[in-house]
């Protein structure tokens, strides 16, 4: 089953109900929560926030959290490398710079952006990291995600896409073969119960196959 990850942060019944159904937290650099001792989450950088404020990101907030994330009880189950959102060569190569500056003991996850391409990846730094993002503009990210998925998988490693909050592209991630998706939608509508819509139909159309 697609794991799927929301904000970790919000009202406590549904950050709740999000640990009792085995949903994922996704935390940002921004936002002062950090995880205690829920094993399930992943940790954002902060490029899409920046983006929207028009601005690129603080890489120095981003490795002071790091900084406070090694000191929980659990590790992320992957940090996502700095970029710039629909950046392509600059994304990339800002990317590229900061690979190293992220603590080894972290699953490093590479983010893809408009412009940039599978064999680029392939032939430069898909055998430093542990899977992929698919970030970038919302026609780009869909239009390209299939390949993505499918190089990460073809080197045995995962593919997460970013900012998928409603049903209909859950189902689009899930059919491409997505492993995880995060989105604050339902998070913040306060329809968390809908995930669980969701995963029932899956598992009912996986009954009828």
């Known amino acids: 089953m697609m794991d799927i990850f929301v904000p970790g942060s919000g009202p406590k019944k549904r950050l709740d109900f999000c640990i009792e159904h085995g949903i994922g937290f996704l935390y940002s650099p921004h936002r002062p929560e950090l ?4 094993k399930k989450y992943i940790v954002d950088n ?3 926030r920046a983006f929207l404020q028009g601005r690129i990101l603080d ?3 981003f490795y002071a959290f790091l900084g406070k994330i090694q000191n929980c009880a659990y590790q992320p189950e ?3 490398i700095p970029d710039i959102v629909a950046g392509g060569e600059k994304s990339f190569s800002f990317s590229l710079k900061n690979i ?3 603590p080894e003991h972290f699953k490093k996850f590479w983010v ?5 391409y599978p064999a680029l990846i392939e032939e430069t730094v898909l055998d430093l990291v542990d899977g ?3 970030g970038g503009s919302p026609v780009w990210k869909w239009r390209t995600a299939e390949n993505w998925i499918n190089l990460a998988h073809d080197y045995k490693k995962r593919c997460h896409i970013g900012r998928v909050g409603t049903w209909r592209n859950f189902l689009r991630a899930y059919n491409l073969g997505a492993d995880s998706v995060d989105g604050s939608t339902l998070m913040r509508h306060n329809c968390l119960h809908k995930i669980l819509e969701w995963r029932q139909e899956i598992r009912t159309v996986q009954k009828l196959v």
């Open 35 to 38: 995880p205690k001792h829920y």
């Open 46 to 48: 902060g490029a899409y």
């Open 59 to 61: 890489t120095n907030e």
């Open 78 to 80: 992957f940090v996502c």
């Open 100 to 102: 190293g500056k992220i």
């Open 112 to 116: 893809v952006q408009d412009g940039q």
């Open 132 to 134: 992929l993002f698919v």
